[in-house]
């Protein structure tokens, strides 16, 4: 969804940019948490400018709900360097780097390049998040939104890298720009779309991913598509701080909030939890290719 308009922060939290020399990766706690049940938060925006003031006690909470991995987003030039920093930083966090369709206008040749360049770097695993959104009128026009969804899609068809593809009211042409790289795999986030989009993705190959929005209570859409799709297509996002799921709706989301999304998936599907946990973090490791 169009979440990303108001998540894109007026300055981009230099949290961690602010850092000197990254400490070592730990994967120690991985390996610790591993007779409990584990998440996988596959879209978050834990540099966004809301976490500035608690992010340390945000990274604790979630810890303590089992997420030990976590997909850390970028919108824009900006936060997708904060990204590869909170990656370099922490040994659960993977990042993803590009430009939202709310901000096509910055991707030139040049940016391109330093996309390029970042994806050397072996905490980048995707390159998201990328796509269209139609819903503002004032968002930027249709071609501009479309250019720089191909060119982000080209560079991770030259890349060999996954896409985490944003698609607000625009399902009809996303899925026709994803068609123009057969190579390309990657997840819809916070999947808006019908079913019949969902099932022709899913054929492809794709992944679909659910936000807070699956546990509404008006949510229609999102519960008959999360019916359907099988279990080995499914991944589970917050795309904090924003789509905060029932009980919590409306108020600031964060990654501890992701088994709230497992639960509804495996009351809709009538099965347990901890099937849906794991298998939709065997699903990002797969797709994000993760030690
Ligand atoms: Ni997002």
């Known amino acids: 969804m169009g979440v990303c308009k108001s998540a894109l922060p007026k ?13 070592p990766l730990r994967y120690d706690y991985i390996r610790k948490m591993e007779n409990s049940t584990m998440y996988f938060d596959s879209h978050a925006h834990l540099c966004d400018e809301k976490f500035d003031s608690d992010r340390e006690a945000v990274i604790a ?4 709900a089992g997420v030990t991995g976590m997909m850390e987003v970028g919108c824009d030039r900006a936060s997708s360097l904060s990204a590869v920093r909170l990656a370099e930083r922490y040994g659960w966090c993977w990042a993803a780097v590009g430009t939202h369709p709310d901000s ?25 998040e990328i796509g269209l959104d139609y819903h503002y009128p004032d968002n930027p026009p249709r071609e501009i939104q479309q250019a720089a969804f191909r060119r982000q899609m080209a560079l ?7 896409v985490i593809v944003h698609d607000r009211d625009a399902h009809g042409d996303c899925l ?15 999947f808006s779309g019908s079913l019949e989009t969902a099932q022709e993705l899913v054929r492809r190959g794709w992944y679909i991913g659910f936000t807070g929005v699956v546990t509404f209570k008006n949510a229609r859409k999102a519960v008959e598509v999360a019916e359907w799709t099988p279990l080995s297509r499914i991944l589970i996002e917050t795309d904090c701080p924003y789509m905060a799921p029932e009980p919590h709706r409306g108020q600031r989301n964060d990654p501890s909030l ?34």
């Not at 300055?11 to 400490?23: I, L, T, V, Y």
């Not at 026709?176 to 916070?190: A, D, K, L, N, T």
């Not at 998936?265 to 699903?283: F, H, R």
């Open 11 to 23: 300055k981009n939290s230099d949290a961690f940019q602010r850092e000197g020399q990254a400490p």
């Open 61 to 64: 909470r979630m810890r303590d």
């Open 104 to 128: 096509a206008p910055e991707v030139t040749p040049a940016l391109l390049e330093e996309y390029r360049a970042l994806c050397q770097n072996p905490r980048v695993r995707a390159i998201g």
């Open 156 to 162: 991770a068809q030259e890349l060999g890298m996954p």
């Open 176 to 190: 026709e720009i994803v068609s123009e790289f057969p190579q390309v795999r990657g997840v819809f986030h916070c």
């Open 258 to 291: 992701v088994p709230l999304m497992a639960k509804k998936i495996a009351e809709l599907k009538g099965i347990e939890e901890e099937q849906v946990a794991k298998a939709t973090w065997e699903n990002a490791r797969k797709l994000y290719r993760l030690p």
